[in-house]
């Protein structure tokens, strides 16, 4: 993710891409997007999300990856928990509050809610049958830590990384010198 965002200028990640009626990258396409396996409470695919600026991208990352994390917990001290789904206008508008917050401020904020998905890991490790704890959600059924790991947390910043690589381009933002992803 940090290579995917270094040297974009403040002004660059607040800016939103010019709008496109055919932009394949705000169709979604369920073969290509593990991160959209499950809309619900758990939230939704950056392929899905037309015209958000880098920081907005962010702000919905870091949004997710709390919630997820939250499901994580839920799951390893209470196996099985109903949840319940979220509103995806609560969403919407905390991904939006992205091109208010200063940038460092984003990046730090998912920083800790990785080093905290990590934690988890490691409480779920030490637990038997901590990956395949669960919660119970309404519309998606039985949600493993394992799954959202792997779907939600990996898949979901890989699909984000590529929607930030592809907004570079499109707002012809050159990645920087070294820089991988």
Do not use: F
């Given at each position: 993710m940090l290579a995917a965002i270094a040297g974009v200028s403040e002004e660059q990640f607040k800016r939103r891409p010019p709008a496109a009626k055919d932009d394949q990258m705000t169709q979604r396409s369920s073969s290509d997007d593990p991160a959209a396996a499950s809309e619900g409470a758990w939230g939704s695919s950056p392929l899905s999300i037309p015209n958000w600026s880098i920081a907005e991208l962010l702000s919905h990352l870091l949004y997710s990856e709390r919630l997820w994390g939250t499901g994580i917990a839920l799951a390893l001290t209470q196996d099985g928990v109903k949840v319940q789904a979220g509103a995806l206008e609560a969403r919407e508008e905390d991904?939006?509050?992205?091109?208010?917050?200063?940038?460092?401020?984003?990046?730090?904020?998912?920083?800790?809610?990785?080093?905290?998905?990590?934690?988890?890991?490691?409480?779920?490790?030490?637990?038997?049958?901590?990956?395949?704890?669960?919660?119970?959600?309404?519309?998606?059924?039985?949600?493993?830590?394992?799954?959202?790991?792997?779907?939600?947390?990996?898949?979901?910043?890989?699909?984000?990384?590529?929607?930030?690589?592809?907004?570079?381009?499109?707002?012809?933002?050159?990645?920087?010198?070294?820089?991988?992803?």
């Open positions: 991904a939006r509050r992205g091109r208010m917050a200063p940038v460092p401020q984003l990046v730090h904020g998912l920083l800790a809610s990785r080093r905290q998905i990590e934690l988890l890991l490691d409480q779920a490790e030490a637990l038997e049958g901590g990956l395949q704890r669960y919660v119970l959600h309404p519309d998606d059924g039985r949600l493993t830590v394992e799954w959202l790991v792997r779907a939600k947390v990996i898949a979901g910043e890989a699909e984000y990384v590529k929607r930030i690589e592809a907004l570079r381009d499109e707002m012809g933002i050159a990645a920087p010198a070294g820089a991988t992803p």
